[in-house]
């Protein structure tokens, strides 16, 4: 009905409607933006208060707010310096008086200190005292206007206060009325943030990255020693680890340089190199680390794992002379390498083993116990045998079984990349010591395993749920076999990257999430178990609009994900790189941060042992920002070319709305579009690309969409061609 009324219109009629309501609805979208979400003055999101550690002076926010109980007491020590000066100048301040003074030191503690005090346009702090409403502000001017030099240094504002009510409240007015003390208290819609925000739904789901480090060559891995010092041990494909303190200080030594031992090269996509490394779990007591890398040459290579010791005299180097080989395992073809190396809760060392390489598993590797190949083994390399550098745990799954590799733990591997073994949640424990891998697939799809004695995992005889091998794919090959909790296809994303289940406590609305990602589309996700149908739900991550993701947040990252790590804290990063070769400095390293909610600074940071550093630091600098547009609304992230990747925006953003603006007009006839328009290209998120040029056909299309609003667009992104 509606369709057929709009066909009959003129084309001036349709002309001015579409454009005014575009327009309308651009601006609506723009509006959404600008109703931003809780935020401290750090550029970080308030927090929970437990019940033994709420505010008691500031308690109009001592359930959910940005004070800690220490600010809280700092804020009531300025609250009695503040009542004792003016009481020696002026005499004992009114009730009233003191009811205002406490209302706006206050303010530092609401959800939204940073609109209160203007600083999210800013990205500072640029006034020291709260945005007020008229109302209040004129009724403080009336009756305490006295006390104005005593809470700020200000001078315009001070002056102000000894001018007509008027002239001071414009001074202490905000840009955004919308956020002004009280009336921001009264706002449904902004108290539905806050709801939304504790509670982990709504709009507040998309995330921010905090950088923590840059410059790196394909940095593969990031793991801590569990000693309580939190050191961040990062690993360089090429051979070198560095050591980088908890406020993201790098040491100008490497933990461990050894390049002349590692087998890679500067071709783009080279897998092999130094690809896993773990501390022994008497890492404190034994000094033991060990690595896992490539080593021979092109025409004879091999992986190797083995066992290093720290030196004595300095806890942030390696003694690269004590390496002793644990374990070699002859590699066919030069990818398919595998990589993890991680201890288990039951203190046995696990590592995956790619099948071989080339394509297809040509060996039938996966499938074949009696190889190391395409497996997850398990050894003991505490207990060693005489004239052995380890054991073979007397529980493994495949003792004493006639043609099988004892060291085998679990089969029908791929080439896992990246595993993680789950801390458990924090209050119940559940899940602790789960394995949790990324099998990267072949042709058609990507999958995520859950690790377990003994299991199966159906390489090559099927891949994520559906056959690849249709003479395998039966009883006889799939005995025993585990199916994936989560598989996707090569049109979302064609090489998974495992991840971690969070356990952390800055961020947690993530708490049960197990965020993983893809290193071609560059796309994040989280899978979180449905305990009712005991099935794994996918989401994919978005990350936060420029306006969220403010101060020390970033909302873009370099396309291709390498990994994950976990911190001791157990808050998660991710690594990335815009052209994955060793040669190439592109790489980062970034915490996830959620924009919305995180945990009481005084809860998450504990007391840490101190690291003695004995040479020289490099300081953390920021990178620059990205040359190219960043925008999380107009970023492709399914271009095969290198650059910053921002998949999936929360919300419309202002560029969003702008450029669909230029699209409907010159849709309607209002511009023309230049001939070097011709290289930008418009695609929906799923599908083909249509030049503009060719947007008149979809007329129809977008005058559908505006009659059920702006939200109802396809998820657009804007490539080059």
Known sequence: MIMAALSSWSVSSFRAALVSSFIAAACLSTIQICIAHPQCLDFFPPFDHDADQRPEFCTLYNRFGCCTRAKDLEIQQKYEEVAEEYERVHGKLSSDCLDFLKDILCQECSPYAAHLYDAETTQQRSRQLPGLCN?????????????????????????????????????????????????????DDLSQWVEEAQSGTGRGQCLCLEEFANGLQNPLLAIHANDNTHRFFIAEQIGIIHVFLENKTRLAEPFLDIRDSVLTSSRRGDERGLLGAAFHPNFTLNSKFYVYYSSGSSSDQIIRISEFTVMPEDMNKIDVQSEKVILEVGEPYANHNGGQLMFGLDGY??????????????????????????????????????????????????????????????????????????????????????????????????????????????????????????????????????????????????????????????????NDKYIFGDYVSGRLFYLIENNVTDAWDSQEICMGDSSICLGNLVNSYPKNILSFGEDEAGEVYMLATNFASTTHNGGQVFKLVDPSRRGNPSE??????????????????????????????????????????????????????????????????????????????????????????????QRSRFVETLTTGLCALPNLSCQEK
């Open 135 to 187: 109302g209040y502000c004129t009724a403080f001017h009336s009756s305490c206007s006295q006390l104005l030099p005593f809470i700020t240094t200000e001078e315009p504002l001070r002056r102000a206060a000894t001018n007509s009510a008027a002239v001071f409240c414009d001074k202490m007015a905000i840009p955004d009325i919308d956020y002004c003390f009280p009336d921001v208290l009264a706002s």
């Open 349 to 510: 060392l696990y590592a995956s083993i790619g099948d071989g390489g080339a394509g297809g598993d040509p060996l039938d590797s996966g499938l074949n116990k009696n190889t190391l190949l395409g497996k997850i083994i398990r050894i003991d390399v505490d207990n060693p045998p005489a004239n052995k550098t380890y054991g073979i745990p007397p529980d493994n799954p495949f003792v004493g079984e006639e043609d099988a590799r004892p060291e085998n733990y679990a089969y029908g591997i791929r080439n896992i990349w990246r595993c993680s073994i789950d801390r458990g949640d924090r209050e119940t424990g559940y899940g602790k010591g789960r394995i949790i891998c990324g099998d990267v697939g072949q042709s058609q799809f990507e999958e995520i395993d859950i690790i377990v004695k003994g299991g199966n995992y159906g390489w090559r005889a099927r891949e994520g749920f559906v056959c690849y091998n249709d003479a395998q794919c039966n009883d006889e090959w799939l005995a025993d076999e585990i199916l994936p909790i989560h598989a996707y296809p090569h049109s979302v994303g064609k090489s998974v990257t495992g991840g971690y289940v969070y356990r952390g406590c800055q961020s947690p609305n993530l």
């Open 604 to 697: 998450c940071f504990g007391e840490k042992e101190t690291v003695d550093v004995n040479g020289p630091t490099i300081d953390f600098t920021p990178s620059d920002p990205p040359t190219t547009n960043t925008d999380p609304a107009v970023i492709s992230t399914t271009s095969s070319t290198p650059g910053n990747a921002s998949p999936s925006p929360c919300i419309p953003s202002l560029t969003t709305a702008a450029l669909l603006a230029c699209l409907v007009l010159v849709l309607t006839g209002e511009i023309q579009p230049a001939s070097d328009w011709s290289h930008a290209l418009w695609s929906p998120s799923q599908g083909g690309v249509a030049a503009v040029s060719r947007l008149s056909a």
